[in-house]
C-alpha cells in the first residue's frame, strides 16, 4: 500500500509532467520557446567618419594613402589584348586568310573595348574586313551590355553602323554574343555568336562555335537579302603551349542563305564552302 502510494504522488508531480509535455500534455507544460535576442534586427554600427591615423599624421597625405589603398585593392584600371584568331584556312579553289581580335581597358564595372575581325583570299586582298569601337558596362558578374560604332573597311561600298549589343556567359558556360547594327543608310543588321571551351586535358580544349548573320531588308548594293543571310560552324582544338599561346587546327563550314544565297548565285559564286583551318591563339 505504501508503494502504491509513492508511485502515485511520483506521477503527479511538475517533473513528470514536464517530462511527458510533449505527449499530450496540457500546452503550458510544454517546453518553453527559445528566447528573442532585442538586437537581432538591429542596425550595424554607424561607418566612422574620423580617422585615428589623422590624430598622427597630415590627414590629407593620409587622404592619399587611403586613395591610393582602395585603387590597389579593386579599382584599378588594366587591359588585354585577344589575338582571338590568327588563321590560314585551306579550301577547294583558293586558300584565304582570317583574323579576329580584341583589346580592352578599363575596371570591372567599365571598359572601353576595340573589336577587328575580317577575311580574305590569298592574292586577291581583302573580301571582309571591320572594326568596331564600344563602351562595355557590367550588368551582372556574368553579362556586358556594349554600344559603340562599327565602320566596314570592307566590302565596298563600306558602311558605318550604330551597334548595341550584349554577350556574357550563359549557363553551362557557354559563350554568347549578340550585336544589333544600324547603318548610316538605314538598314538593319544582326548578328548572333556562341561558343564553348571543352577542356580535354589541362592544355588541349575543343571548341565547336557558331555564327549568324541575319538581315531585316534586302542590300542589294552589298548582295545581302532579307532574313537569315549567312551562318558558319566550326570546330577547332587548340593545345595551350600556356594559357597565353596556343596554336590550334581546325574545320569549318559556312553557307549563304535566302536572297544572299541568291545573289551569291547570280554574281557566279559559291554559297557553301569547308576549310580546313590552321592559327595561334594568344593573348597578353
Known sequence: MRMLLTLLLGMTSPAFAQDHGGHGGHPDHQESAAPVDPNANASGPAVPSDHAADAIHDPAEMEK???ALLLETGGMSYGML?????????????????????????????RLKLKTEGEGIMGEGLEQAEVQALYSRALDPWWNLQAGVRH??????????????IEGVAPYW????GMAFLSNKGDIH????????????????LQPAVEANFALQDVGVLQTGSGLSDFELGMRLRYEIKPEFAP???VEWHRKAGDTARF??????????ISAVAGVRFWF
Open 264 to 273: 551569291a548565285r547570280l554574281a557566279g559564286e559559291d554559297v557553301s564552302g
Open 190 to 205: 544582326l548578328r548572333a555568336e556562341a561558343s564553348i571551351d571543352q577542356r580535354l586535358t589541362q592544355r588541349l580544349i
Open 65 to 67: 594613402a587611403r586613395q
Open 174 to 177: 557557354f559563350h554568347v554574343e
Open 82 to 110: 585577344l589575338i582571338d584568331r590568327a588563321e590560314v584556312q585551306m579550301r577547294d579553289g583558293a586558300d584565304g586568310y582570317r583574323w579576329a581580335a580584341e583589346a580592352w581597358f578599363g575596371g570591372d564595372i567599365n
Open 152 to 165: 566596314d573597311i570592307r566590302p565596298d561600298p563600306s558602311r558605318t553602323y550604330a551597334v548595341l549589343g
Open 248 to 250: 590550334y587546327v581546325g
